[in-house]
């Protein structure tokens, strides 16, 4: 990617990472646990939800170089003890911030459309480019968020559905689930779902 399409990237990843952390945050308190929003992540300003390293350095080196590196942002703390229904609760939690973004990429696609949709090569405006970037992110933050693979959203949420025995064995992966996310990329079985998935959702809303 140039740097004049890499700024407008990174500020719509960093704003769609705060509103994904956020929704953790706004769920959890919804549902009976404070800590995230006593910690002061109920927020939408993203300096409370960024990690330097995964939501900064690793998104603008990959963006820059191609490279296939993953970034993440600081995880919201949630107090299960605090859930009403402690498993499902959790899983709630998780799955609202994927939730999030494709609030955010639906609402990013009828501005789009408002705007009188992809237009060719060349004829973009800086605010079609970004409403368009904004749609591909958040669909992909949604559907890689949904892996089921701890610490991503979608571990916790299979975490939450499946018998407690199960789920014990799933949350004995969390240490090792970055190495697991690598190996699948390496390998390029994430290939053959995030991106096919993200394609289908993204084609749809535009």
């Known amino acids: 990617m140039s740097l004049e399409s890499v700024i407008p990237a990174f500020i719509i990843l960093v704003a769609s990472l705060s509103f994904h952390e956020a929704a953790h945050a706004w769920t959890a308190d919804r549902l009976g646990d404070p800590t995230a929003r006593l910690l002061g992540r109920l927020t939408l300003n993203p300096l409370a939800h960024i990690d330097w390293i995964g939501t900064v350095l690793?998104?603008?080196?990959?963006?820059?170089?191609?490279?296939?590196l993953i970034g993440w942002a600081k995880p919201?703390?949630?107090?299960?003890?605090?859930?009403?229904?402690?498993?499902?609760?959790?899983?709630?939690?998780?799955?609202?911030g994927p939730v999030s973004n494709l609030v955010l990429a639906i609402g990013a696609a009828m501005l789009l459309k408002a705007q009188g949709g992809i237009v060719p090569e060349g004829g973009q405006t800086m605010v079609t480019m970004m409403l368009y970037t904004a749609v591909?992110?958040?669909?992909?933050?949604?559907?890689?968020?949904?892996?089921?693979?701890?610490?991503?959203?979608?571990?916790n949420v299979l975490a939450g559905i499946v018998p407690e025995s199960v789920a014990r064995m799933i949350d004995q992966l969390r240490p090792y689930g970055f190495f697991l996310l690598y190996a699948l990329l390496l390998l390029g079985v994430l290939d053959l779902f995030v991106w096919p998935i993200q394609r289908f959702i993204g084609s749809w809303l535009l």
Request: aromatic share 6%; charged share 15%.
């Open 76 to 96: 919201v703390p949630v107090d299960m003890r605090n859930l009403r229904a402690p498993r499902r609760d959790f899983a709630i939690v998780a799955v609202a």
């Open 58 to 68: 690793f998104p603008l080196v990959g963006m820059l170089s191609g490279l296939p």
């Open 136 to 155: 591909v992110l958040n669909t992909l933050l949604a559907v890689f968020n949904l892996i089921p693979v701890p610490p991503l959203d979608g571990g």
